[in-house]
C-alpha cells in the first residue's frame, strides 16, 4: 500500500521557520519525483517545491523561492521542507505527494499518490 505522511506541521510566528518531513513507503523511493504543496481555506491547491528521485533537480515557485528549501534522505525513504521566514500568508494545509519519474513538476493534477496534509498556521 502507497502511503506518504507528513508531518512537522504547527502554529508559529511570522519570521520563524519549520521543517516539515514527508516519510513514504509502499513504493520505490528512488523511482518518483516528490512534491510539497499547499491549499489555503478557499483557494486551490498550490505546487511548492519538488525534488526529482535522484535528487539531483529540485525546483520552487516563485512564491518560496529562498525561503523554502526541499531535501531528501534515500535512506529513510523521506522528503523534507525546511521553511524560514515563514508569512502570515504561508498558512495552510501542507502536502506532499508523489508522481512518475521522468516529471520535474509542480503541477498538482500530474501527481499519483498523495498524503494526507499538516496543518501550518503562521501568526502576525
Known amino acids: 500500500e502507497v502511503q506518504l505522511v507528513e508531518s512537522g506541521g504547527g502554529l508559529v510566528q511570522a519570521g520563524g521557520s519549520l521543517r516539515l518531513s514527508c516519510a513514504t513507503s509502499?513504493?520505490?523511493?528512488?523511482?518518483?519525483?516528490i512534491g510539497w504543496f499547499r491549499q489555503a481555506p478557499g483557494k486551490e491547491r498550490e505546487g511548492l517545491s519538488c525534488?526529482?528521485?535522484?535528487?539531483?533537480?529540485?525546483y520552487y515557485a516563485d512564491s518560496v523561492k529562498g525561503r523554502f528549501t526541499i531535501s531528501s534522505d534515500n535512506a529513510k525513504n523521506t522528503v523534507y521542507l525546511q521553511m524560514n521566514s515563514l508569512k502570515p500568508e504561508d498558512t495552510a494545509v501542507y502536502y506532499c505527494?508523489?508522481?512518475?519519474?521522468?516529471?520535474?513538476?509542480?503541477?498538482?493534477?500530474?501527481?499519483?499518490?498523495w498524503g494526507q496534509g499538516t496543518q501550518v498556521t503562521v501568526s502576525s
Open positions: 505527494a508523489a508522481v512518475s519519474p521522468g516529471l520535474v513538476t509542480i503541477g498538482p493534477l500530474l501527481y499519483d499518490y
Open positions: 525534488i526529482s528521485s535522484s535528487g539531483d533537480t529540485t
Open positions: 509502499g513504493f520505490t523511493f528512488d523511482d518518483y519525483t
